[in-house]
């Protein structure tokens, strides 16, 4: 049953202020993430395998983390509590980036990030399903997408202006990360209200095991291993920018542009995949997907990357939120916060092969080698998608 009473159209408050605490969160995290492969090859002298290997263990630490945080949401009934705990632990990597002196420190401080990650994301995605139905799970996790991406519009706005008015400094910048993300883990403990399970649902809970979903689910997440090996860390997108030559201080500009249209789109996206079907909106992302990381692996001018960049932002609006609303439909009730830590245990597994074949494309073959590999996953995946049976739950 859904969370009362209802803030906005459609919309229960479980909804609003998870979308709330996404918007802090991710004003924090994108304060830092345009900045740190600079950061890392810059300033710290890592190569670009190395910044794929970074972000590839750091990124996969958190989707294997969430099967778990998920299984123990649903066994336990302590979705919130989880969900401050892993808010709380990403906030404290904050201070260990200010002062990373070397590209293991680095690794060390985004590891706490991405765990803290893992530990949340489940059970966050789980009490959002539990606050919709299938008649709005596209606008419900939308209406979440977009929050989410206005704090990553806030975010490179605010690193850009303090790198404006303070040299430069990036250390500063990631000092300055860590008051939003204590915002939004306050908005957690007052504002959040867990839909309390019965013992009934709680004993009902099975084992962790993939062979305890049905043929649909397990179908769903074999194309999503397809698409997210090839579906690797966006810092090639901004190691791209650069070698194409935006200018180092312009890079969270570019970065905040796609982040609008990103967050302009995903509200809209959500409403248009509840009238055509979440199932076709998942098909056309995977499509354009491919189509935008051929053209980056074509881009030769600045001028591209700043038509490419807010293309990037229609994708990303167009396909987050729906792939996680299609996972909604697919999976058992009772098993929601399970199923969304299969599905990101699933990309973590993927990505960081993916993240390590990026770099390893960049540094022999160059950029464009490695956005048209990303390119050919996306059409892969589009491809078996379209042939799936669909669930029982699903919307034409």
């Known amino acids: 049953m859904a969370d009362r009473p209802r803030l906005i159209s459609g919309l229960g408050r479980n909804v609003f202020f998870a979308g709330l605490v996404s918007l802090f969160m991710d004003i924090s995290s994108e304060m830092i993430y345009p900045l740190l492969p600079l950061f890392l090859t810059g300033v710290l002298g890592a190569s670009k395998t190395t910044v794929g290997i970074i972000e590839g263990i750091a990124e996969a630490t958190a989707l294997i983390l969430k099967v ?14 989880l969900m401050s705990i892993g808010y709380g632990i990403s906030v404290v990597s904050r201070p260990v980036i200010a002062n990373a002196s070397t590209w293991f420190e680095v690794l060390t401080a985004r590891f706490i990030d991405r765990f803290g990650k893992g530990v949340r994301t489940a059970p966050r995605d789980a009490i959002i399903a539990d606050s919709a139905n299938s008649s709005n799970m596209g606008l419900a996790f939308g209406f979440h997408r977009s929050m989410d991406t206005i704090g990553a519009v806030l975010g490179p706005a605010a690193a850009f202006a303090l790198l404006y008015f303070f040299h430069d400094d990036l250390r500063l910048v990631f000092y300055a990360s860590a008051i939003p993300g204590l915002i939004a883990v306050a908005v957690i403990i007052f504002f959040i209200k867990e839909k309390k399970m019965t013992k009934e649902e709680i004993a009902g809970v099975p084992r962790l095991s993939i062979s305890s979903f049905d043929g649909p689910f397990r179908h769903y997440m074999l194309v999503v291993a397809i698409f997210s090996l090839g579906n690797f860390a966006d810092a090639f997108l901004v190691l791209q920018a650069k070698n194409l030559g935006v200018r180092e201080h312009l890079i969270p500009v570019v970065y905040l542009l796609s982040n609008i249209v990103y967050a302009a789109a995903s509200t809209p996206m959500g409403m248009l995949a509840d009238r055509i079907g979440i199932r076709r909106m998942v098909l056309y992302g995977f499509i354009s997907y491919a189509a935008v990381y051929f053209l980056v692996g074509m881009a030769s001018t600045t001028a591209h990357i700043w038509i490419l960049f807010p293309l990037y932002g229609v994708y990303k609006g167009m396909s987050e939120g729906t792939q996680k609303a299609y996972l909604a439909l ?40 490695t956005f048209f590999y990303g390119a050919v996953m996306g059409l892969l995946a589009a491809f078996i998608f379209s042939f799936l049976r669909k669930g029982k739950e699903e919307r034409v």
């Open 68 to 81: 778990f945080s998920g299984w123990i949401s649903d066994r336990f009934g302590k979705k919130k509590l």
């Open 330 to 369: 697919v999976a058992p009730t009772e098993r929601k916060a399970t199923a969304f830590g299969v599905y990101h245990t699933v990309n973590g597994l993927m990505l960081l092969p993916a993240s390590i074949i990026a770099g390893f494309l960049w540094d022999k073959f160059g950029a464009s080698m």
